[in-house]
Each structure stands twice: as C-alpha cells, then as structure tokens.
C-alpha cells in the first residue's frame, strides 16, 4: 500500500486530497467518524420535514447512527490502546 491514497469522493487527474496510510489509527478513527457525524446531521435535518424523501433520510439515518456508535466504541478502545503504550 502506498504511504499516501488519495479520497476517493474527488475524481480529477491530481489528487490533491490525500489519506496519510500511516498515521495513528486513533487519528484516522477520529477523523472518519467526524465525517460521518457530519454527514448525519444534515440528514437528520432532511428527516425532520415532511416527504418522499425525509423517509429515505430517516432510513439512512439509522445506518449511520449505528455506525456512528460501533465507531464511538472502537475509538473508545484504540485510545485506551493508544494510552496504555
């Protein structure tokens, strides 16, 4: 794997936004999970009116919620790790 990957949510010829596959997996933990909560808010916010598409926001919230806590839960334990060492 090389050292630097560029996100896959950009399709351009230069990457110009890159993951560091090295660094702390706290840091990269947090870092995923930031971008997940916020991408779960603003759904939260599409399921609070009403509509076609709030019930799929609604469906989609769900996935995410859970994901949001099984990460909540890993990166409870990778710190635990991280603070151990």
């Known amino acids: 794997m090389d050292r630097y ?13 890159l993951i560091d596959t090295e660094a702390p997996l ?5 870092t995923a999970a930031y971008r997940i909560r916020t991408a779960t808010q603003l759904l939260e916010s599409f399921a609070a009116n009403e509509g076609v598409y709030s019930e799929l ?29």
């Open 5 to 17: 990957m560029p996100v896959t949510g950009i399709d351009c010829t230069i990457a110009s936004l």
């Open 26 to 30: 706290d840091v990269l933990h947090e």
């Open 57 to 85: 926001a609604r469906v989609l919230v769900t996935s995410l919620r859970d994901g949001c806590d099984l990460l909540d839960v890993v990166g409870r334990r990778l710190q635990m790790q991280v603070s151990a060492s």
